[in-house]
């Protein structure tokens, strides 16, 4: 696609409720990433996915967040169990190479406003 | 752990003024810093990418310089315009991470006509 593309655009979800968030990234992209940005903060890191293997997890805040890339495309948040502190954006980027060299761009898409009653 | 402090939180300018935006960082073990616009309810639009070995980047009216000996970077905007409000975010890229960007706070910018 044109750009990364996130859905939906706003979830509202009841204490305990389970959660899915969903990230397109662009064609062709091998990394993918996922942010957490609470209000008035930059964007924290959360998990990475090299293809389909997450290398990387130790942003991801407990044991009630998960995510996946079964087939290196597609991204899959989920939060188990939401609680009023998981409230924020969630942003997924993608960059074409392995997101580690010094000209390497990461692409956002436009994010996930999680709001947790 | 690399710290990224951006200052001020927030800046207003009448417009056709000249905007300066300061980062700081505490580790200046980076492959880049990267200048980045995030518009209300909106993801993020990278505007510069400085790799660690440059001085700075330009874009049309947006400047950015590098300094990483000081840990320093700054984001010039020449001759502001109501569409530059925004908030601006500036980003590191650890040599020690895959991707795995550390972010400033962000500056929120409002240009008045």
């Known amino acids: 696609g044109a750009g990364v593309s996130q859905s939906p655009r706003y979830k509202v979800a009841k204490r305990g409720q389970d959660v899915a968030l969903r990230c397109d990234p662009i064609s062709g992209h091998v990394s993918l990433f996922w942010y957490q940005q609470a209000l008035g903060q930059g964007p924290e890191f959360l998990t990475y996915f090299q293809n389909e293997a997450q290398l990387d997890k130790s942003g991801l805040p407990s044991d009630r967040f998960f995510a996946e890339r079964p087939e290196g495309s597609v991204s899959t948040l989920k939060i188990q169990r939401t609680q009023q502190e998981d409230s924020a954006v969630y942003l997924c980027a993608s960059s074409l190479w392995m997101g580690a060299r010094a000209n390497e761009k990461l692409f956002f898409g436009s994010g996930t406003q999680l709001s947790v009653l | 752990k690399q710290e990224v402090t951006q200052i001020p939180a927030a800046l207003s300018v009448p417009e056709g003024e000249n905007l300066v935006l300061n980062c700081s960082f505490t580790?200046?073990?980076?492959?880049?810093l990267q200048w980045f616009r995030q518009d209300p309810g909106k993801g993020l639009t990278s505007l510069l990418l400085?790799?660690?070995?440059?001085r700075e980047q330009t874009s049309g009216r947006l400047n950015a310089s590098l300094d990483k000996s000081s840990g320093r970077s700054t984001l010039y905007i020449a001759a502001s315009q109501p569409g530059d409000s925004a908030t601006y975010l500036c980003a590191v890229l650890p040599t020690d991470s895959w991707g795995k960007l550390q972010f400033g706070a962000g500056t929120q910018v409002v240009v008045t006509p």
């Open positions: 400085i790799q660690s070995s440059q």
């Open positions: 580790d200046s073990a980076i492959y880049n």
